[in-house]
């Protein structure tokens, strides 16, 4: 069942998880995207330049002004690459994934004060973006009862071209990873469904989820329901074409209706619950006995974590 053996992703270690969700470059342009925003075509800072002597030299501390769940440390040395910071020397302390204290010290940079101060706006955006993400991500799967078969997974909701590193923030909270994009995966939602009329559901769904399973390398198969009637039918499809069923917007009782048509019709099939999910309903949501639970606002609800860099005062 998707969630389990087969999760491919979830699987990763988190520097594994990393490697695979940047492999493709995409993050790296986002981080030049970001230093090309604060620098300009000339890769100036005019600050900088002004008021601090080339052969200067400092000690920043990126520190945690309060508690949370950190993520995005993994970026770092790309950044540092992308900066042409390569005169820093960047020693981090803190841990992707772990629990953080306020005042905590996450990563120690030493070089040239001009380097230092050109790269903080860019480091302190990315890592406290991705760190709010993370601990958001811990707050919902803290609801989760103990012994619940349910995982939490993260949706499409995220920051244009940040999909990947958000996805990441999520995995760092505890959460997992949902398809990545339109291309790894297949979720055929309402507007799919809208033309087909009930009756027919079953054998066009079918005609197409053969036509998928035979053209592409995909990591899951899902369809989306908002009615039970459309669960039934979706069930009544042959095994081995779908692998999860989403649930759209359905109360916990018509859930663990759900649930129990499952059981009876289709029990190889995963389902998951979305839709309007919130700190206070998740834990109820899952003794429902669904699989999954998606939640969009893990990222587009978010706060950035509170985070600084302190460049330690020169001695006397």
Partial sequence: MIGGEHDVLADLSLPGLYAELTRDGLSRRLLELA???????????????????????ATALLRAREGGIAS?????????????????????SGVDGDRIEAGQTLATLTGPTRDIVRLE???????????G????????VAQIPEGSRA????????????????KYAVRCGGGRTHRLGLYDAILIKDNHLASIPLAELTDRLTESLTRARAGADLRFVQVE???????????????????????????????????????????????????????????????????RISVGSLT???????????????SA
């Fill in 35 to 57: 230093r090309d925003e604060d620098l300009g075509p000339d890769a100036i800072d005019a600050t900088a330049l002004a008021t601090l002597d080339p052969a200067e030299r």
């Fill in 72 to 92: 995005g440390l993994a970026c770092l040395p790309d950044l540092l690459d992308v900066f042409r910071s390569d005169q820093i020397e960047c020693d981090i």
């Fill in 121 to 131: 706006r860019t480091m302190l955006n990315l890592i406290s973006r991705l760190s």
């Fill in 133 to 140: 993400i993370a601990t958001r991500t811990g707050e919902f």
């Fill in 151 to 166: 995982h939490l997974y993260d949706t499409r909701k995220t920051t244009p071209g940040w999909r990947a590193l958000e």
């Fill in 225 to 291: 329901v908002d009615s039970i009637d459309q669960l039934d039918r979706v069930l009544a499809i042959a095994p081995g074409l779908i692998d999860v069923v989403m649930l759209d917007n359905f109360e916990p009782e018509r859930l663990e209706h759900g649930v129990a048509m499952r059981d009876d019709k289709a029990p190889d099939v995963d389902l998951e619950a979305s839709g309007g999910v919130t700190l206070e309903s998740i834990a109820r949501i899952a003794t429902t006995g669904v699989e």
């Fill in 300 to 314: 587009h609800h978010a706060v950035s974590l509170d985070l600084g860099l302190d460049i330690e005062p020169a």
